[in-house]
């Protein structure tokens, strides 16, 4: 929440999903040595529950696949159970648990395919 959004959108970090003009999702992409970070990933209260979280994950792995990573990884609250299982039953690994900035992270990895689909 207290990331420079500016700067992410301007270095072309930052991805919507519009629907009628109107935000129903994001996500930020930040490549990094090792892998692709997945950031940050939120669908807007209103359109929960329509497939728009899932399709924004298919488009960071696409992404991070298309940039040469075999690898994506993201961290999330360990509080984030609902989360966590989605990220596991669509290949997520859990790589380690941290605690930075007073918050318990659990981090994930997931190796993605030589060959991405196309959307």
């Not at 999903?17 to 997945?38: F, K, R, S």
């Not at 075999?70 to 609250?77: F, Q």
């Amino acid at each position: 929440m207290l990331d420079n959004y500016a700067s992410l959108i301007h270095s072309g970090r930052v991805h919507v999903a519009l629907h009628d003009e109107t935000v129903h999702g994001i996500l930020v992409l930040i490549p990094e040595a090792d892998a692709m970070l997945l950031d940050n990933v939120a669908v807007a209260p209103a359109a929960q529950g329509l497939g728009i979280g899932r399709r924004l994950l298919e488009f960071a792995e696409n992404t991070a696949s298309k940039a040469g990573f075999s690898h994506i990884k993201l961290y999330t609250n360990e509080a984030m159970t609902e989360n966590l299982s989605l990220y596991q039953r669509i290949g997520y690994t859990e790589t380690h648990h941290a605690e930075e900035n007073d918050l318990r992270r659990v981090y994930v990895v997931k190796v993605l395919p030589q060959h991405p689909c196309s959307l």
